[in-house]
């Protein structure tokens, strides 16, 4: 799979408030459905559950990269991260489909161009 450079595309978002950050299977949803939404490549989902009303962690293996995610439901916030190259694959619409499962806030959003495989 090659992508011409320019078309990778890596977003760091910071959410706040929404439900179910210590939900291991709403978060696994909500990576499958980001990859889905994003028009990506889903490879596999693995998903940590820190123990109850604890926070979660997990990553999406995409063809295309990666999306995590990171949750401390304590304090109503999750770290985010969706890196995705070529031209087919919208990270933005990723990241909108995580804060529609969550009914969470971006707080800070960070873009980052990034260099495609060849």
Do not use: K
Request: hydrophobic letters at 50%; aromatic letters at 4%; one cysteine or more.
């Amino acid at each position: 799979m090659a992508h011409l450079p320019g078309t990778s595309i890596h977003l760091i978002a910071d959410l706040q408030g929404g439900s179910g950050l210590d939900d291991v299977a709403q978060v696994e949803g909500a990576l499958r459905h980001a990859a889905e939404a994003a028009g990506a490549r889903l490879l596999s989902v693995n998903v940590y559950g820190f123990g109850e009303g604890m926070g979660v962690t997990g990553v999406a293996l995409l063809a295309e990269s990666h999306i995590s995610i990171h949750t401390w439901p304590e304090t109503a916030v999750a770290a985010v991260d969706l890196f995705v190259c070529g031209e087919d694959v919208d990270a933005e619409a990723g990241l909108t489909a995580i804060v529609a499962a969550f009914g969470a806030d971006v707080t800070r959003l960070h873009r980052i161009a990034r260099l495609g495989a060849d």
